[in-house]
């Protein structure tokens, strides 16, 4: 049975088919409730569930987030959602310094069963401070999960398993993706240990996660008409890194392109630079190439947050350079 | 000097914790001289009364949160010495298998969640702790220790409004020794009663003598009481002093001798014990065989310590994340 649903409503029935599946579930964070999630995500799960489970909070984003973990060390299963990712710098401490640590540092005593969800990224003209890509920051440090779902089917289908999960997962919602529509299959991204191709090819892989989806596959619908048939790898989990899915492309492809919205120093796709260069160097054909966000606060006129985002012509422009052989 | 108001035994027990606490951050001191105890290393003497009156206030069903000068919370919430000292010596028999340290103490059967060496950091963890408790139908409650450093940290002010907002079941403890490293309260904040602060977010507070450890347990009691009947959290400022410098790294260069020796005199366990003593219940011979059995414990503790093994460099993964099918 298949239906069509938007990213939005996606997120809105796995977080109800978690509160009904498990009764230690409460979903927690500023504007959850009254307000229907600031990203209308969670609209209408007060009225079912109330206010205990729907949990409102104050603009607390260090102490509702410790709270969580608290929660979830006295056996709740918390979903905690921050607003936005750049608010999660105030919570930065209790993930990095308790829940990531908690379980190695009390020699696995104790765990967080903590789902963190946020959205994340830029695209609406919302300027320096409300722009942020960091999925990197999380996905460096041990101890935490990192999932982007950038899908309908992930979006519907990654929550569950990572409220399962015995340890703190954080899942990063694009907020440009909450309009993305699609036929959803029951139970086809219940999954959140592996990445996915998400379009096959043989010329180049193109590596991406999250909003940067979108955009990339778009410009490999622009390679293929052009001759070029681009590979479309999806990694869905930034921590544990699925190497595989990436490195046995490559080995394929001989080239690879990653493809982020990541500022370029530093971000995720140097690690994935690194992982290649590691295990599949003489695969390569060509040096490893990336499109990223400018080296830029993200600005608020339009067109020049274009000009800082990852955008289809620029990907479409590096990957003909990287088949061509003009990159290096 | 009134009466101590309790049984023989809750007294000679009184004597006795304390007595472990100062008996033993003394043995941790030279053992950090020897070598052995590595890292950063805070003591806790001076401060026992408020441990030990407090902790005797909690039942076997409540959470304990801690900062990284908890030695002696952890004693007296039950962790066998041996093990504490295992895991300072960074042994695979200690509380933490050598992964915490001195500062990170945790025993999931005591239900002590550490241990945190952030400033602040334990009373987020507390406040959903209890909000666990108070959802899922439990009649625990929380034990929530921090010195008055933290009273200046966003996560001080965030728990409070937190806890009090829901109501939840937390007993926040204070630990005002006066200084936070070498800053004392009152160059670090505006307003300097701390009982003003907790009672701006509508929880009762009351400020203790924590120096004697009647008072604390006292206080300690009658507040358990109401945060357990449901009245939500509670706020306690427990005045004490820490004898010794911050940590074994602290020149203690930003107090007076004459301050140090004046708060000496006011002794938790030399209180107890000489009221104890003037009225008769507890004779010089008591304390001795006291000294004795806390000898012999830790004499026991530092010799598993010094054999146990240490974790293999192989497992240095192991705990990271949850092994598959586990939990
Ligand atoms: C967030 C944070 N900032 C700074 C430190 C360094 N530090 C460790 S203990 C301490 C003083 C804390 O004083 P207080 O809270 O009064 O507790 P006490 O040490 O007196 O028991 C400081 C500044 C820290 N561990 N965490």
């Known amino acids: ?328 | 000097m009134t009466d101590v108001p309790y049984s023989r035994e809750f007294a000679l027990d009184l004597v006795r914790e304390m007595l472990r606490i100062r008996r033993f951050e003394e043995i941790c001191a030279e053992l950090y001289g020897t070598m052995k105890i590595r890292g950063f290393l805070h003591l806790y003497i001076g401060e026992e009364a408020v441990a030990v009156g407090v902790l005797r206030a909690a039942q076997a069903k409540d959470a304990v949160v801690a900062t990284y000068r908890e030695h002696g919370h952890a004693l007296v919430r039950g962790i066998p010495a041996k093990v504490i000292l295992a895991e300072m010596f960074g042994k695979a028999s200690g509380c933490c298998r050598g992964r915490g340290g001195s500062m990170h103490l945790f025993d999931a059967a005591t239900r002590f969640h550490g241990g945190n060496a952030i400033v602040g950091g334990g009373l987020p963890i507390a406040t959903g702790l209890a909000l666990a408790e108070r959802m899922l139908a439990r009649q625990g409650i929380v034990f929530c220790f921090f010195g008055e450093g933290a009273v200046a940290e966003g996560a001080f002010h965030e728990s409070m409004n937190l806890a009090a907002l829901w109501r939840l079941p937390v007993l926040f403890c204070c630990e005002n020794n006066l200084y936070a490293m070498g800053t004392s309260l009152a160059r670090s904040e505006s307003q300097t009663d701390l009982c003003v602060k907790a009672g701006s977010y509508g929880m009762a507070a009351q400020p203790v003598d924590g120096m004697d450890v009647v008072a604390v347990h006292e206080a300690a009691k009658s507040a358990a009481e109401a945060v357990r009947a449901g009245g939500g959290p509670r706020f306690l400022e427990l005045r004490t002093y820490r004898y010794r410098a911050h940590s074994m790294f602290d020149p203690d260069l930003y107090r007076s001798k004459e301050e140090i020796e004046a708060w000496k005199k006011r002794g938790p366990l030399h209180g107890l014990t000489g009221r104890l003593k003037a009225q008769g219940s507890m004779s010089e011979e008591d304390f001795q065989r006291l000294e004795a059995e806390v000898r012999a414990e830790f004499e026991e503790a530092v010799a598993f310590a010094e054999a146990a093994p240490l974790e293999p460099a192989a497992d240095l993964l192991r705990d990271v994340y949850t092994p598959a099918g586990g939990a």
């Open chain 1, 1 to 328: 049975m298949s239906a069509r649903l938007s990213y939005r409503e996606a997120m809105r029935e796995a977080l109800r088919e978690a509160l009904l599946r498990d009764s230690r579930v409460l979903l927690m964070g500023e504007d959850v409730g009254m307000y229907g999630g600031s990203y209308a995500v969670s609209k209408g799960l007060l009225a079912e569930f109330g206010p205990e489970r729907i949990r409102d909070t104050p603009l607390s984003e260090l102490g509702f987030v410790g709270a969580g973990i608290g929660a979830a060390l006295g056996g709740l299963r918390p979903i905690v959602e921050i607003m936005t990712v750049n608010f999660s710098l105030l919570a930065l401490d209790p993930l990095v310094n308790s829940a990531a640590a908690m379980r190695h540092m009390s020699g696995g005593q104790f765990h967080v069963p903590m789902v963190v969800r946020m959205a994340t990224g830029a695209g609406r003209q919302l300027a320096a401070q409300h722009s942020h890509s960091l999925e990197g920051w999380y996905a460096h440090v041990p101890g935490l999960k990192v999932l982007a779902p950038a899908t309908v089917e992930d979006a519907r289908d990654m929550l569950w398993p990572a409220v399962q999960d015995p340890d703190p997962v954080v899942i990063f919602e694009h907020a440009q993706l909450y309009n993305l529509e699609a036929q959803y299959r029951p139970g086809s991204g219940a999954d959140i240990t592996h990445g996915r191709v998400r379009r096959p090819g043989r010329d180049l892989t193109l590596i991406t996660f999250g909003g940067s989806l979108p955009a990339t596959l778009q410009a490999a619908e622009t390679l293929a008409a052009a001759g070029i048939e681009p590979e479309v790898v999806d990694l869905r989990v930034l921590r544990p890194l699925d190497e595989a899915v990436f490195l046995e492309s490559v080995r394929r492809t001989h080239r690879a392109l990653i493809v982020e919205e990541e500022w370029r120093s530093g971000g995720f796709a140097a690690e994935i630079t690194a992982r290649i260069m590691e295990q599949a160097f003489f695969d390569l054909d060509a040096p490893v190439q990336r499109v990223c966000s400018a080296e830029v606060p993200i600005p608020y006129a339009k067109h020049l947050e274009e000009a800082a985002l990852p955008q289809p012509a620029a990907i479409v422009a590096a990957a003909r350079r990287l088949v061509r052989g003009e990159a290096a």
